[in-house]
């Protein structure tokens, strides 16, 4: 049974910094494109960030520059670094993981930006 089980999200000013993890059980890392998306109310879900074994990312364009993402093959977890935060990035944020044709998905963390 895959699982993903995201931590870190909370409620940050703006201007502030926040850093997701994503933990993963039952399923074959190494194999696994592994992103974070986000989804605010009202509106659909979008890519944050993607990244693959080797290392290659993509980013959403609202956040390059401000997020990171890395992955620790060792430890079959993600990670999220968000700095420079803006209200706009407020949403419940998703851990994904993606080996077509499957894709499996955290419940999600919720991050507030107060400005």
């Known amino acids: 049974q895959v699982q993903l089980v995201e931590s870190g999200g909370g409620s940050v000013q703006a201007g502030g910094s926040l850093r997701l993890s994503c933990s993963t059980s039952?399923?074959?890392?190494?194999?696994?494109?592994m992103g974070w998306y986000r989804q605010a109310p009202g509106k659909q879900r979008d890519l944050v960030a993607s990244?693959?074994?080797?290392?290659?990312?993509t980013y959403g364009d609202a956040v390059k520059g401000r997020f990171t993402i890395s992955r620790d093959n060792a430890k079959n977890t993600v990670s999220l670094q968000m700095n420079s935060l803006k209200p706009e990035d407020t949403a419940v944020y998703y851990c994904?993981?993606?080996?077509?044709?499957?894709?499996?998905w955290g419940q999600g963390t919720q991050v507030t930006v107060s400005s």
């Open positions: 039952g399923l074959i890392f190494s194999r696994n494109v």
């Open positions: 994904n993981a993606h080996r077509y044709p499957n894709t499996h």
């Open positions: 990244i693959t074994y080797g290392g290659r990312t």
